[in-house]
């Protein structure tokens, strides 16, 4: 079993930024992908971001690509998911994910998932 936290979130400007972290715990080798996720008010829940983990391949959705990054600190067991130029349609719940499978997609791999973090941006 994988145990997922993330920090990092909470209320910025139009056009700030905001670094994410995901601190993994627990039975970690079984996984090859991790990714971040978000929920807004009234919508689906999106994938934003992921990663192959050792390889550092990364792969984002349209909707960011450009503006967040995620990377991942190995020996820590974290991955991070840095947002710049931020846009109040960012505004949502922030979920970390792990998981085994095709990391360049957001689907058929989440296993595992973290309790999420509110960014808001106005």
């Known amino acids: 079993h994988v145990q997922l936290v993330e920090s990092g979130g909470g209320s910025v400007q139009a056009g700030g930024s905001l670094r994410l972290a995901c601190a993994a715990s627990?039975?970690?080798?079984?996984?090859?992908?991790m990714g971040w996720f978000r929920q807004a008010p009234g919508k689906e829940r999106e994938g934003i971001a992921t990663?192959?983990?050792?390889?550092?391949?990364?792969y984002y959705a349209d909707s960011v690509k450009g503006r967040f990054t995620i990377s991942e600190d190995n020996p820590k067991n974290t991955v991070y998911l840095q947002m710049n130029n931020l846009e109040p349609e960012d505004t949502a719940i922030y979920y970390c994910?792990?998981?085994?499978?095709?990391?360049?997609?957001?689907?058929?791999?989440?296993?595992?998932w973290g309790q999420g973090t509110q960014v808001t941006v106005s």
């Open positions: 994910a792990a998981g085994r499978g095709a990391c360049d997609r957001f689907d058929g791999w989440t296993n595992f």
């Open positions: 627990g039975y970690t080798k079984g996984n090859n992908c």
């Open positions: 990663i192959i983990t050792l390889l550092h391949n990364t």
